[in-house]
């Protein structure tokens, strides 16, 4: 394996660069730690296993469910194992609609989303939500696995910290961790390591940690043959651990809301801190006064100091003199109603900053009364577009690396079908079908509903509006709006030929009926004319008085 000195190539230099530009958030990220999200954050150089600090700030749960409500919601809304989420095409719609070319982008889509759905991805997001929806930001390393295609490791606030290029792409990643030597002897072998941990493996101390570095940043320096490098080196040594290269950059770093140029994002655990802050205050308060109702504090008399009076709940206590017994201190009367209201109003306060009301909204109503499936769905619509934002940054800096990466690890595998010949030197596509993804698109599908039902109005009154109507576009449009599977509408070229073979059944079914009236009248008309010929009259046929009439016969 190759070594090579990280400090004198500079790898040091950056780490501890991206490093000291990460401290300015570590204060803050404590706080949300302990306020909001106290099993999330890893700070001090905790190693392993030494199990959490203990917490004395949250007595009241509800940030700490609120955030599980809102990375469940993330999680089903976003990327739901049980439903498709993200479909392949191309920005053209004629060549998506190839035969072939559909056939590769769903052998393609199904060979990804297999591949996700057998790996631990989903775990790894549903706990990335939570990082987002805490600290602004989340990292999880995308990296292949022999066993399972695609293997994530999901990294906590703290222990990592990151950097990115002009165009807002992530160009760097470092952070420390901690492994046994015994881990580290088998991972980077037993000649890599430095003197001090060959010595403990030789002292048979193989369970001792050791805190490592780990940078990932582009191959400037054309160590590899990879855009990007990757180094592990023991914490305060020269030399590296490992060196290989990667393809893609392997970590995805979604952020809820980035600021300007700032690498961090903030998230709803920002703003909802202050809240949570003083809903543990109220709590506390709460708790101390409904103690002091309980149980005020005495005065006893001097004549007591050596008795121990009984303070419990249906104690007797004997006294000489009935007037000269224990009393409060002082009258506790405590706004146990309004330290209750506070604490609701604290509490729906942090529910609506990580839009709890969004994601139960089905489960509970704001007035008591079960809404309709119209109502509902109007409403759900509405809450929705209001992580319309958010949805888009987490589809650009989350979803497409994601998939983009997967495609990647199996095409090197050769688990990607050779493509149609159509598709050389084209970029596919790819849409979400989420339904957080299309609750952005609602706002258009209400309009398609509300143009029907007007056309429909309308063409009561005066039935030739419907020539307006291109039924075949809206059809098109509606199924490109929704989840609708495209293989479910055909195609126009299919609809062409059966509407050809259509008119051309009813052409010939037409003449069919031309033909037999045209028969029915001939026969009819041949039959009136035997029977003209035949009928009786007086000195011959009627046949004979019609050609008498016109002078064609001759007297007797």
């Known amino acids: 394996m190759k070594q090579i000195d990280v400090r004198e190539k500079k790898y040091i230099l950056r780490f501890d660069r ?26 001090d150089d905790t190693q392993p296993n030494q199990g959490k600090r203990e917490n004395d700030y949250m007595i009241d749960p509800t940030p700490l469910r609120a955030l599980g409500t809102l990375q469940a919601g993330m999680q089903g809304g976003l990327t739901s194992p049980s439903r498709a989420w993200f479909q392949l095409t191309l920005s053209d719609p004629e060549l998506a609609s190839v035969p072939s070319v559909m056939m590769w982008l769903d052998d393609v889509q199904e060979v990804i989303s297999n591949v996700l759905s057998q790996s631990n991805i989903y775990n790894c997001l549903h706990g990335l939500y939570g990082e987002i929806g805490a ?28 950097s990115f290029d002009a165009k807002g792409i992530p160009d760097g990643f ?28 030789n002292a048979k101390r193989g369970q001792e940690w050791v805190k490592v570095c780990h940078l990932i940043c ?52 920002w703003l909802a801190l202050g809240e949570s802050k003083t ?25 007591a100091a050596g008795d121990r009076m009984q303070l419990y ?4 206590n004997y006294a000489s003199d009935p007037a000269n017994i224990a009393r409060p201190v002082y009258q506790i009367q405590p706004d146990i109603p309004g330290q209750m209201q506070a604490i609701a109003d604290s509490r729906q306060l942090i529910n609506q900053i990580f839009y709890t009301d969004l994601f139960l909204m089905i489960a509970a109503t704001e007035d008591g009364r079960q809404w309709t499936a119209t109502e509902a769905n109007i409403r759900q619509q509405e809450k929705l577009q209001m992580m319309g934002p958010v949805t888009e940054r987490l589809e650009h800096e989350l979803l497409n690396p994601l998939i983009g990466r997967s495609y990647m690890i199996c095409q090197r595998r050769g688990m990607i079908p050779a493509p149609p010949e159509e598709l050389q030197g084209k970029a596919v596509k790819i849409e979400y079908v989420s339904m957080l993804a299309l609750a952005q698109k609602a706002s258009a599908m209400g309009s398609i509903d509300r143009m029907m039902a007007l056309i429909a109005g309308l063409a009561g009154m005066n039935p030739e509006v419907i020539d307006k ?22 195609q126009d070229e299919q609809v062409a030929a059966i509407r050809e073979q259509r008119q051309a059944q009813q052409e010939q079914a037409q003449a069919m009926m031309q033909a037999q009236a045209l028969a ?31 002078g064609g016969g001759s007297s007797m």
Do not use: C
């Open 18 to 43: 991206m490093k000291a530009e990460r401290e300015n958030m570590l204060p803050i990220w404590r706080d949300i730690s302990d306020y909001i999200a106290p099993h999330r954050g890893l700070f």
């Open 279 to 303: 809903l543990q205050a109220m709590r506390e308060d709460y708790m101390v006064a409904q103690k002091m109702n309980i149980q005020p504090p005495v005065v006893l008399p001097m004549s």
């Open 218 to 269: 582009p191959d400037k320096e054309k160590e590899t043959r990879f855009p990007y490098v990757s180094l592990y080196w023991e914490d305060g040594q020269r030399h590296s651990l490992s060196m290989r290269g990667y393809e893609e950059f392997p970590v995805m770093i979604p952020r809820w809301e980035p600021i300007g140029s700032d690498f961090y994002g903030y998230g709803p655990g």
């Open 313 to 316: 709940p249906g104690a007797v």
């Open 174 to 201: 470092g952070r420390y961790l901690w492994m046994t030597v015994e881990q580290m002897a088998g991972e980077f072998g037993k000649e890599n390591l430095s003197e001090r941990v060959r010595g403990m493996v």
């Open 469 to 490: 109507l291109d039924a075949d576009e809206v059809l098109d449009q509606f199924v490109k709006l929704s989840a609708i599977p495209a293989v479910l509408i055909r």
């Open 135 to 162: 600290f602004g930001i989340g990292a999880m390393f995308v990296d292949e696995d022999d066993k399972e295609v695609v293997n994530g490791k999901l990294l906590t606030a703290g222990e990592y910290f990151v």
């Open 520 to 550: 029915q009248a001939a026969e009819s008309g041949a039959g009136a004319v035997k029977d003209l010929s035949t009928s009786p009259i007086q000195g011959g046929s009627v046949m004979d008085a019609m050609f008498n009439q016109q």
